[in-house]
């Protein structure tokens, strides 16, 4: 089983900045993609930014010029660096890996507990 552990969300006023950090762990065979998503209050969980584990990355045009992705593979880690955060922004925030627990398994999606970023003055 996979794990997935989130920590560095909170509150912030806007223009702040937070960076949120994810850290896989357990039987874990390879990872794929790594990253992302969020949930506001009354709606659907959606793609904030994702990482291939070739550096690949996919992203929502909400975040683009704001939100910055990185990996450290030897960590099992993913950052998510947010500037110039808004009250939009304010959600849920996801940690979601693909990973194979053994050689032999299919590759399945893990999620995280998540953790609440609040935009506001």
């Known amino acids: 089983q996979v794990q997935l552990v989130e920590s560095g969300g909170g509150a912030v006023q806007p223009g702040g900045s937070l960076r949120l950090s994810c850290v896989a762990s357990g039987s874990i065979f390879s990872i794929n993609a790594m990253g992302w998503y969020r949930q506001a209050p009354g709606k659907q969980r959606e793609l904030v930014e994702t990482?291939?584990?070739?550096?690949?990355?996919n992203y929502a045009d909400s975040v683009k010029g704001r939100f910055t992705i990185s990996r450290d593979y030897a960590k099992k880690t993913v950052y998510l660096q947010m500037n110039s955060l808004k009250p939009e922004d304010t959600a849920v925030y996801y940690c979601n890996a693909r990973a194979k627990p053994s050689r032999l398994s299919h590759e399945y999606g893990y999620w995280g507990q998540g953790t609440q970023v609040t935009v506001s003055s």
């Open positions: 990482i291939t584990s070739g550096g690949s990355t």
